[in-house]
């Protein structure tokens, strides 16, 4: 199964309202990024051991960690989970930009370094949750 097959089918799991709310944010960010590379991490580790929830991811960058290593990655991820949905926004050095930025106007949401999560879209404002992807994509392109 390719990763457009396996995004559709995980996207087609969940149970509605999330389905639509998942279907929806992944074709914002296909909008966002038109061309983008795509990817799914089913969320089990190279023993099959589940240790994350599967996200979908969208773009691409390389990740350089604090001893040197680096290490391709995705730009925005998306993510079913028991309460919601938690959107990532991968690569920002400043873990306090989403928050101070973001989060007066995002409306009913958590937001932490890289991730935003809330319950449905219909609890956020869209606009500001795009305006944040957008700049973590510039951000994430240099």
Not at 12 to 37: G, V
Not at 81 to 93: A, D, K, R
Not at 115 to 131: E, R, S
Request: glycine share 8%.
């Amino acid at each position: 199964m390719n990763v457009r097959e396996q995004i559709k089918e995980y996207i087609a799991t969940q149970a509605e309202p999330k389905r639509s709310d998942m279907h929806e944010l992944h074709r914002i960010i296909l909008e966002l990024m038109p061309a983008t590379k795509l990817w799914f991490l089913d969320g089990k580790d190279e023993t099959g051991r589940t240790v994350s929830n599967p996200n979908i991811g969208y773009g691409s960058q390389t990740l350089k960690y604090a001893g040197g290593k680096t290490r391709e990655f995705y730009q925005i991820g998306i993510s079913a989970n028991t309460s919601g949905i938690s959107v990532y926004i991968f690569g920002i050095e400043d873990k306090k930009y989403l928050a101070e930025t973001y989060k007066k106007e995002l409306g009913k949401a958590s937001v932490t370094g890289y991730c935003i999560k809330f319950k449905a879209l219909k609890d956020i404002n869209v606009d500001v949750l795009q305006a944040a992807m957008r700049d973590g994509i510039t951000q994430t392109s240099i």
